[in-house]
Every structure is written in structure tokens, then in C-alpha cells.
């Protein structure tokens, strides 16, 4: 899913700006293993 890799990619972005570095790993991350686990079942039906 697109979404979630946008989230992350603005949780990268956003929470640096407010001095929030540890959550703004921590969400990345997230959101970036949440996005690989959801567009996996699409790569396995091609």
C-alpha cells in the first residue's frame, strides 16, 4: 500500500522537525514494515 509508505516517508520528514528523532525511527520503521507486509499478498497472486 501506498499509504502506508507515504506515512512513513512523512513521519521521516515531520518528526525530526520536532525534535522527536527516536519516535520518528520508530514510526518509519513501522509504517515501512506495515507497507512491505501489505503489498506482499499482490506479489505472490502475479
Known amino acids: 500500500m501506498k499509504f502506508f509508505f ?3 516517508a512523512l513521519s521521516a520528514i515531520i518528526l525530526p522537525l ?3 528523532t527516536s519516535l520518528a525511527i520508530l514510526f518509519t ?3 515501512f ?3 512491505i ?3 506482499k499478498p ?3 497472486k502475479k
Open 6 to 8: 507515504i506515512l512513513s
Open 29 to 31: 520503521s513501522l509504517f
Open 42 to 44: 499482490r506479489f505472490i
Open 37 to 39: 507486509f501489505f503489498s
Open 33 to 35: 514494515i506495515l507497507a
Open 18 to 20: 520536532l525534535n522527536k
